[in-house]
């Protein structure tokens, strides 16, 4: 089971909520919850990796890093505006190593909750 540590800032709007949950299941591998919250014509740019486009590229990449997980995540700040959103924080692996990361989120529209546009920064510590 994944150790949680959010900022007490986290969750003041339907939008962080989801952003927090979307980040969990990022780091236990919830793929389900995942690729339910994104458009089908989804862009994940993992900035100097990989670009992936479109819902199965994604859930295929997603699938791919199950069976890397984290023991810790620690969500630092969550912030949404209008159509746009970011989280950033640190995720410790079952193997030891530790990531930072910074995620930028553009929604389908203002009220819309599924992710149409994630653009991702990792740096292993």
Request: proline residues 2%.
């Amino acid at each position: 089971m994944t150790k949680i540590i959010a900022s007490p800032n986290c969750g003041n709007s339907p939008k962080m909520e989801f952003l927090k949950q979307f980040n969990i299941a990022f780091a236990e591998g919830n793929v389900e919850f995942l690729t339910e919250g994104v458009t089908d014509d989804i862009v994940w740019n993992v900035i100097g990796d990989k670009k992936i486009e479109g819902i199965k590229a994604f859930t295929a990449e997603l699938e791919k890093m199950q069976s890397v997980k984290a023991s810790e995540l620690r969500i630092d700040q969550i912030l949404t505006h209008g159509k746009e959103g970011a989280a950033n924080g640190m995720m410790v692996m079952v193997n030891g190593e530790h990531y930072a990361f910074s995620d930028f989120y553009v929604f389908q529209r203002a009220k819309g909750e599924k992710i149409k546009a994630i653009t991702s920064y990792c740096i292993k510590l």
